[in-house]
């Protein structure tokens, strides 16, 4: 199994007015106004006569839309939308991905990108989102049809920008997301947990990150006994704990971050078999490790300054006469002990054992990413993901980081009182509850065991991870959320190097 294609269509520039020359270079142009659109601002188009009549046309009033053909050699389609002043990153995102999909219905090339009438700072922010879109529509998905799928977007054209535009975070955030979606979409027969392993190795290869698998022999030696417990239910020995280290040229001592990720290649609810509708899309339950991967390819591609660890834990959850089973106690490689309940709560069992792993070289700050609970949908549905932190102080931030990457999230608390509803008489607690509700909220409060609780720490419940019909700039299902998200809570927020 050979990686994907991340390699990001060429992105040109040219910056001032728009010309026709310029635009006789793309095939389609994707054109956006703002609700209100100035008679000044239109004339730096070419016919910009036509257009205001077209949008004089439009039957929104409160937000304009055309579209038309230009009589030049290519018959370039403009497919024109319009988004107010003070929209937020997910509404510009938003309206990336609807416009790529209008240009993507015939056969594109180069695209082209026009914004106009905003604020140099708006501008920037509906540039840089757009772009996002049409990054995510123009990478080929793991795609197994006999015959080839008709060609996408080669490039893009940014037109009409007051000054040059910097892509280069936005297209390291798509490689990110284009790899974690691309993971998460593999089907299971085609990347097993060996594969999986494998690809990440190749990965960390071509991207000179050091690479080292845990598997059954030596987390045995850790004692890494929720892992295993999970694990031993696999036909074969595949299941392995990965760490991947992203070192920068710049000598650090310290981690300054860890990310973690769950990584269920095949989740069938082990021995409390899952019914058919909940299992239908379980190989995407390894989303979490895939976001957690695609976020460090972002940092390394970006080369930040951070020495960035990245824990994968992956294996099946597979039911069988081996499986692990409600009322089994075991030992983590904190010799803290779990008294099981329900098989289908195994993330909760993996991730456990990883972030024990994860804590021992102290890192700054610790991220982990899983697509954990149902219950986490039930309460914020699936177009926010749920954001929990051992440092509670953090809440508006984390909120925050949500708002402005267009990743957003909402924060849900941990609290030692909700650890009663986890009260154990055979070991140090259960794993999950048989009947409270608020699951989300007591796997949160169970992996909160597992993290020292002097590394500050923050858990992503994935439920926008899987999104019929795509969510913001993504259009695929599964949604890859979560490294743009991340990015902006180390960057813009700077909540590694916060002194927490
Ligand atoms: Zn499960």
Known sequence: MNLPNLKNPHIFQKVGRVDRKSLSNCDQLLLILTTKPAAS??????????????????????APSFKTRLSNT??????????????????????????????????????????????????????????????????????????KQKGSIKSLRLLGAIEKIDTSRVEAEAKGNNLARWLTTMPPNKMDAITYSDLVQTLAKANGWSFKRYGTKELTKLGAGAFLAVAQGNENDSASILRLCYRPSVKTEKIDLSLVGKGIIFDTGGTNLKPFQSMLDMHGDMQGSAVAVGTLLTISELQLPIAVDCWLAITENRTGPVAYKSQDVVTAANGKTIQTV???????????????????????????????????????????????????????????????????????????????????????FLQCSPKAPGDHILAANFLAEFVDSNTPWIHMDLSAGDNDGGLGHVNSKFTGFGVRYTMSAILDENLFKANL
């Open 41 to 62: 601002d239109l004339k730096q188009l070419p016919s910009s006569d036509k257009i205001q009549r077209l949008l004089r046309k439009s039957p929104s009033r409160s």
């Open 342 to 428: 329900h098989t289908d709560a195994e993330g909760r069992m993996v991730l456990a054992d990883t972030l024990v792993l994860a804590s021992r070289d102290k890192p700054a700050i610790i991220f982990d990413y899983a697509t954990l609970t149902g219950s986490c949908v039930t309460a914020i549905t699936t177009y926010y993901s749920g954001v929990f932190t051992n440092r509670p102080e953090l809440h508006p931030r984390l909120k925050h980081a949500g708002r402005i990457s267009g990743e957003r999230v909402w924060p849900f608390p941990i609290d030692k009182e909700f650890m009663a509803d986890l009260k154990s008489e055979t070991a140090d």
């Open 74 to 147: 290519r018959q370039t389609l403009i497919v024109s939308k319009s988004i107010a002043k003070d929209a937020t990153a997910f509404e510009q995102l938003t309206l990336g991905r609807k416009l790529v999909a209008e240009a993507c219905r015939e056969t594109t090339g180069s695209v082209g990108i026009c914004v106009i009438g905003f604020s140099a700072e708006q501008s920037k922010s509906i540039y840089n989102c757009v772009i996002a879109a049409a990054l995510a529509a123009a990478f080929q998905l793991p795609s197994f049809k006999s015959k």
